[in-house]
């Protein structure tokens, strides 16, 4: 096998030790299988025997400028971001006053924005809950009775004894001014023209000496003429039973038959003495048959046909009486 000097790159002979041109030293074949392959060198890279790829070399000098390396960038990050935090506070403090963008900016401002909450809360909920209730609560009584008519049909029908059976005197007088009160007549009784300004219905223009009963219908005057003669007690029954020179006007036997259904006024008691006002207030605890100890309010109530009196007057249990019947019995009592 022909042989090469290393250094001239001549023919060596076999067997030769040196080179015949140039004098150098030839390592024999073993030696060169048992010579160490030549240092490898750490800061260049080496290929991968199987991949064909570099291998970063070993060694602390590479790893050491890769720790630095980082390092320095890490530091450079921190510091572009610091930065961009600084211009930023000084931007957003610039412009505290205008409106802030749509960002994550309104998330921390949004505790600043809570009392434009609380002015549009506060003039919604007082205003509007103290106007409501003051009109609504003390007109209501009121608006009940504001609209009403003693007798609705007076003027489209005639009148018979069945619509004012249990009418007092003094509603018979209200239900026959009433046809007046339609035509816008005044009236001069204080009681009267009270009554009457309280509904809602009457609109009082003409005074009493102007008017002009030519503006009745038939029926109209009918029924006036028909209320009058009961008002006056021509149809009603006078009693003088009991307490000698006091009457006392009955209606289908009861003195003040709404006495039980409703809250009376002053009007059903005008004019009525001490001992008619008695005879009216003790009327609603006859109703419920009480006994009475005094003889003159015994002889009267005993004349009377619906009377049935089964309840001693110290056993008589006043839970009987309702609500309107124990109103009535105080009005009653304090004008008696």
Not at 255 to 274: C, E, F, H
Request: one cysteine or more; proline letters at 7%; aromatic letters at 12%.
């Amino acid at each position: 096998m022909a042989r090469f000097c290393t250094k001239c790159g001549a023919s060596v002979p076999e067997g030769s030790a040196f080179c015949p041109a140039c004098g150098a030293p030839v390592v024999q074949e073993n030696q060169a299988r048992t010579q160490p392959q030549q240092p490898v060198f750490y800061n260049q890279p080496l290929q991968s025997p199987r991949y064909g790829q570099s291998v970063p070399a070993r060694g602390g000098n590479r790893n050491i400028g890769l720790i630095v390396g980082l390092s320095c960038g890490i530091a450079v990050l921190l510091l572009i971001l610091a930065a961009v935090l600084f211009f930023g506070i000084l931007k957003f403090g610039s412009n505290a006053s205008a409106e802030p963008p749509k960002s994550a900016l309104e998330v921390m401002v949004s505790p600043e924005a809570s009392p434009t909450t609380e002015p549009t809360t506060e003039p919604t909920t007082e205003p509007t809950t103290e106007p409501t209730t003051e009109p609504t609560a003390e007109p209501s009584p009121e608006v009940e009775e504001s609209n009403f008519y003693i007798l609705p049909q007076s003027d489209q029908r005639l009148l018979t004894y069945v619509d004012i059976q249990n009418f007092t005197k003094q509603d018979m007088m209200l239900a026959r001014n009433e046809i007046f009160a339609r035509h816008g007549r005044k009236f001069k009784d204080e009681d009267v023209r009270a009554y009457f300004e309280a509904q809602s219905w009457y609109n009082g223009t003409i005074e009493p000496e102007d008017f002009s009963s030519s503006v009745f219908s038939y029926t109209e005057q009918q029924n006036i003429d028909f209320l009058k003669q009961y008002e006056d007690g021509l149809n009603g029954i006078s009693q003088n039973v009991g307490n000698s020179g006091n009457y006392v006007l009955t209606y289908n036997g009861y003195m003040i038959p709404q006495s039980s259904s409703r809250r009376l006024t002053y009007a059903d008691i005008a004019g009525l003495s001490s001992w008619q006002l008695s005879i009216a207030r003790n009327e609603i605890y006859a109703r419920h048959g009480r006994m009475f100890n005094d003889p003159d309010l015994r002889a009267y109530f005993q004349a009377q046909s619906w009377y049935y009196g089964t309840v001693p007057a110290d056993s008589f249990d006043n839970s009987v009486l309702s609500a309107t019947e124990i109103y009535n019995i105080d009005f009653i009592k304090s004008y008696e």
